[in-house]
């Protein structure tokens, strides 16, 4: 069973790599455009700063997906060296199931705060807010399907040597 998450976590981690990546290069070129219209031919358009924000939004909470798959979250670690191996991956594991509680209710709140947003538009794109407030959900629902992974592979094989707090993910 903890083969076939994996598998599925690697997935998902590739998916929501892949579309950060776009997302990023579209938030780029939008705002090359922007300063070059601004600063080159002294005209502007409305609605590339607002586009750029929210694309951001939709890369950080799918980043940080990739952050927590692959262990890169702050932590303080200084006491490990004083707890038992084993019983450090079942206090690892009770944490990541908290986290992951904690993910359920960002995902649920996230989705009233989008169903919410389907009756405003945003001001100079005119897409519904749905859209953008959606960005929270999907991706706390990521952050918390790769959160219970690693929190069921350290139960079962308790602690992750993750290695340095060098990141993996690379966006």
Known sequence: ???????IANS????????????????AA?????????????FSLPW???????????????AGSLLVKDDQLVRVDFFDGFWPQRLIG???????LLLVGLLGILVWKGLDNA????????VTIGISF?????????GAGLMMFQMLVLAIREAIHGPVNSGP???????
């Open 90 to 96: 079942y206090r690892n594991a009770f944490f990541r």
């Open 130 to 138: 749905f859209w953008i407030y959606l960005a929270i959900p999907v």
């Open 30 to 42: 939008v705002l090359f455009v922007q300063v070059v219209l601004r600063y080159g031919f002294g």
């Open 48 to 62: 590339p700063e607002e586009a750029a924000r929210y694309l951001m939004i939709w890369v950080v909470m799918l």
């Open 165 to 171: 707090s060098i990141l993996n993910s690379e966006i």
């Open 12 to 27: 998902l981690a590739w998916l929501a790599s892949t579309i950060a990546r776009l997302l990023l290069i579209i938030i």
């Open 115 to 122: 169903l919410f947003g389907m009756r405003r538009q945003s």
């Open 1 to 7: 069973m903890l083969i076939v998450l994996g598998r």
